[in-house]
């Protein structure tokens, strides 16, 4: 059994920097893929970011190309989410999830653990 636990949020100003990671315990990870998804306030949950495990191919959501970065240790068993130029719109309570498929896709469907989350708020 997977279990997965965010750290790292927190509240930040906007251009802000946050840098979250996700613990994997239950299982050495060698293959799947990770991906963080958020659930902004009266909003669904919506796919931020995601890696394969054995290649470290990313995947992000258009929103955030270019100021998030996802990456993972394999030594450690983490995956970490570095947030840069933060901006309001990103407050969201922020979950990893853990998938067997090797692409880490933005359907939730397809996700077998998931994370307590973490909170991430960014005024303005």
């Known amino acids: 059994q997977v279990n997965l636990v965010e750290s790292g949020g927190g509240l930040v100003q906007a251009g802000g920097s946050l840098r979250l990671s996700c613990a994997v315990s239950g299982r050495t990870l060698s293959s799947g893929a990770m991906a963080w998804f958020r659930r902004a306030p009266g909003k669904e949950r919506a796919f931020v970011a995601g890696i394969t495990w054995s290649s470290g191919n990313t995947y992000y959501t258009d929103s955030v190309k270019g100021r998030f970065t996802i990456s993972r240790d394999n030594a ?27 692409i880490a896709t933005s359907n939730s469907g397809i996700y077998y653990a998931w994370g307590q989350g973490t909170q991430v708020t960014v005024s303005a």
Request: glycine share 0%; with cysteine.
């Open 76 to 102: 450690k068993n983490t995956v970490d989410l570095q947030m840069n130029s933060l901006e309001p719109e990103d407050t969201a309570l922020y979950y990893c999830a853990r998938t067997t498929w090797s």
